[in-house]
């Protein structure tokens, strides 16, 4: 299986806990609001948990992290407030349960900011997502007090456990986003990772 794995602390019990606390309508000024639009197939009741983490080793010695509250996606959106320096590095895992009945995936499925050959501002169509061979989850961030995000989600199989065929879905930002260090393998255009990746190293 090509999809990678990163030996961490399990990123399944992320998806554990639903935290649905209010937004504020507002950001300040070392805040910014990101919202996922979510099209194509859509992903209402999906969970998205958003995340940051840089080595020390990819960050001039010092590591850099922050966890966001997992929130289910109502009406096609999810905002979360987070901060500004924290969108550097920041990644987003994606939980599809209707999916969980359907065979054994060890691994959580993450959106994808940019596919390898593709430049930011570039679309890519759900043809050219599953003919990826890599791709990042880790986007560039951005200074903006909000940002709103369309991430394209389509429905893919991909090999699971014990050689099944699994159900999984494949999400990706389109117009393609700058993705922050380097490239991860894909399985059908899907990154996904049983542990905390990490951003910023080289594939």
């Known amino acids: 299986m090509t999809t990678q794995r990163v030996l961490a602390a399990g990123a ?3 998806m554990v806990a639903i935290g649905l606390t209010a937004v504020p309508a507002t950001a300040d000024s070392t805040h910014t609001l990101v919202t996922l639009n979510f099209t194509g197939n859509g992903c209402d009741g999906c969970v998205i948990t958003p995340r940051q983490l840089i080595y020390a080793s990819d960050n001039g010695g010092q ?66 997502a599953v003919k990826a061979s890599s791709g990042s989850p880790c986007w ?47 399985d059908r255009g899907v990154i996904a990772a049983n542990g905390d990746p990490g951003c910023g190293g080289t594939s």
């Open 63 to 128: 590591e850099v992290s922050w966890d966001g509250q997992p929130r289910k996606v109502r009406g096609d959106s999810v905002t979360f407030r987070v901060p500004t320096e924290s969108t550097r590095g920041m990644y987003f895992y994606i939980d599809e349960p209707a999916f969980d009945s359907d065979g054994f995936y060890d691994a959580a499925p993450m959106v994808v900011f940019q596919y390898a050959g593709y430049q930011p501002g570039e679309w890519v169509e759900r043809s050219q």
């Open 12 to 14: 399944a019990a992320v």
């Open 140 to 186: 560039a961030g951005t200074t903006e007090a909000s940002v709103s995000l369309s991430v394209n989600v389509r429905k893919v199989r991909v090999e699971g456990v014990s050689d099944t065929r699994v159900r999984q879905p494949l999400a990706w930002v389109a117009p393609t986003e700058e993705a922050f260090g380097g490239f991860m393998n894909t």
